[in-house]
């Protein structure tokens, strides 16, 4: 962004903070835990766990859900923040949009951490299977999310390819026919500003809904400033027995990227920690994203729903963490549709799903040395390719009640997923660089699960699941290859085998969800530190999780989520570097066993909310050989809103409050330790505003 836009750009915002513009209040007056047993075990709602709204205490497996008034509350500058909220999820924030993810799993990278995620919004995927990206989740408009929810745990048997270790599901606001306007303007001492929209209007049965979201920061880092802007259009028409909702969203994002800083506990030194060793970098990404979501109910007990949908991502960024600085320019678009028929037999005793989705998808790939060759990192093209991509997916569910206290769920998927690979080059080797002719390669999957619930007592329920998630693999990591590595190899789709149980509680004023999990990965492909794909790896994951609330009084309430996990690789893995040699029961690197995090709410006046904060990650190694650690840090954080009128409202952040020199990510890769810097103790300050009903 030129200079002058970027003075603008602030001032417009400075401005917009210091008016009394509209906007959502900084906090919604959270309901009680429980006002009454039945009534807390309905009112959650979840979308996630059937494609369709359910009771969150009856999922078929652990979800978390954060609601639009956490979201609000929090007002955080990248979705980490809030993900990172939910036991068993831990999303490393690096520069900008960029993050790696996990859910009941190491931190994964490359290939491994872009297909091992499904990230949805209004539960379509961001993104085609086999051309995922790690920072999948920038593509979303979280910003003005109504809730996030995490399915944890394979969920291939109605999502599908890339839901091997969980889901991402951001939750669009509803249109609505009456007017209304909420939004929100803030600053913090980073010299970061953001604003966000959404309202709403209509006439008669047609709906509509516009939401805005826009960032600017300079960037904690030198040379590492972000400008985004995201749009979301919703149109909803309810006619008798039939609705239709239509959404558009458009998503820019060009960021001056920073990449990791190098040196022994780096993070540490408060000058060393800002500096920015890649001031060429950059990453630029454009979305456009369509649906129509066509839902007509048959009769009482059959409905039908329809969502045709269509997608463009564009993207351009350095390999600043490779030797090569190479530019990468990719893209792809995608046409499909998701169905699902969702039904009743048996006088209502079974409930059934069939469904069938369809995607095509066309992508490329273009990467490219300017700087001199260093090593095998030759100067020039390295790879130009395109992949035409068809997905063919039935699945089906049954849910069967045994008794009153009984229910069992079995479901399934086949997903049969065809690459035609076009290399736009000359096939071969050019340095570290295997560029493999052109060729089609096609995969069959199957996602069977099976889960059983039963209601121990009242407010009082145990559930166990089995679940299979497998996926082909990412298009990257077919046709990307490297030296000494056969063009003919054959990779086998990744599968991975989840067995948890637990229980699930909702009482006057508590409510819990404990759950043990056990995972077995095969066919684990990842890359090794010579750059060569692993193509038959296998890990394993064990670990418990749980999430508790407690409100004594409808002013006050306390909230936690704690994880404890090991992940560990089963087999023996030799390469030249010492530092990454695999042993067979090592630690999986970026793996913490801790994760914590507790919250405690408090509205001292009906006007006012304080939230304070404690976040905890435990040590963890930070290569295969486990000879590098990172040990972890403990970070506070205060929340304050308060209510000036019914439609205006200020709020205040302190984060990082003890002001922790800390590492967002710690890794250990060309013979270094290498960090992305958390940033120091930040204040931040907002207006919102809400017009309308």
Known sequence: MAPSRKVLYRVVLTIGLAAPVPGASAQTAPPPVLATDDERRDSAIVLSAEGRESPAFRAPQSIGRLEADQLQRLNADQISEAVN??????????????????????????????????????????????????????????????????????????????????????????????????ARFAADTNERFKASAWATGGAAAHAFGLGVSLQDERGFQVESGL????????????????????????????????????????????????????PQAFRDLQVLRGQVRADWTINPDWRLVATPFARVSEQRFILHF??????????????????????????????????????????????????????????????????????????AQAALSIGPRVRLIAAARLDYTRFDYDNRTDAGDVGRFRRPPDRVDRFVTISPKLSVQVDLAKGLLAHANFARGARPPQTSDLYRLQTLQPVDDRIDP???????????????????????????????????????????????????????????????????????????????????????????????DTAPRILSNLRAVWRPLDRAEIEAEWVRVGRYFTNAANSNIYEGHNLMHLRLGFELTRQFSVFFAARNVLDRLYAERADFAFGNERFFPGEERTFSFGLSARFGP
Do not use: C
Not at 150 to 157: E, F, H, I, N, T
Not at 337 to 353: H, M, N, P
Not at 357 to 383: C, N, P, S, V
Not at 519 to 525: G, I
């Open 85 to 182: 909220r939910i036991a068993g999820v831990n999303v490393q924030r690096g520069n900008g949009v960029e993050h790696l993810t996990a859910i009941r799993s190491p931190v994964l990278t490359g290939g491994a951490g872009a297909g091992s995620f499904l990230f949805l919004e209004d539960n379509v995927p961001l993104r085609s299977a086999g051309f995922a990206n790690v920072n999948g989740l920038a593509d979303a408009h979280d910003e003005i999310a109504a809730a996030i929810e995490v399915v944890k745990g394979p969920s291939g048997a109605l999502y599908g390819a890339n839901a091997i270790h969980g889901v991402i599901h951001v939750v669009s606001p509803e249109p609505d026919v009456d007017e209304s306007l909420l």
């Open 227 to 278: 400008d985004q802007q995201k749009a979301t259009l919703r149109h909803r028409w309810d006619g008798p027995g039939f609705a239709l909702t239509s959404t558009i969203v458009a998503v820019n994002i060009n960021q001056e990227t920073a990449g990791f800083i190098e040196g022994d506990d780096v993070f540490a030194d408060p000058i060393l920690r800002r500096q920015n060793e890649f």
């Open 494 to 588: 990744e599968v991975i085998d989840s067995v948890d149980g637990g229980l699930r509680g909702a009482f006057r004023h508590w409510s819990f969800d404990v759950v043990g999990f056990w995972a077995d990965k095969r066919n684990f492909f990842f890359r090794d530190s010579n750059g060569f794909n692993v193509l038959d790896g296998r890990t394993r994951h064990i670990g418990v999780e749980s999430s508790i609330g407690w409100e004594p009084t409808e002013r006050f309430r306390l909230v936690g989520a704690m994880t404890y996990a090991r992940h560990t690789y089963r087999f023996d893995n030799v390469v030249g570097a010492a530092s990454e040699i695999i042993r067979f029961g090592a630690d999986v």
């Open 322 to 395: 490779l030797p090569s600085q190479a530019l990468e320019t990719n893209d792809h678009s995608s046409v499909g549709v998701q169905s699902a028929l969702y039904g009743a037999l048996f006088g209502g005793a079974v409930e059934t799903i069939f469904g069938l989705d369809l995607e095509r998808t066309q992508g490329d790939l273009i990467e490219f040395q300017e700087i001199a060759t260093i090593g095998t990192f030759t100067q020039g093209l390295h790879y130009d390719y395109a992949v035409d991509a068809m997905g063919v997916s039935p699945f």
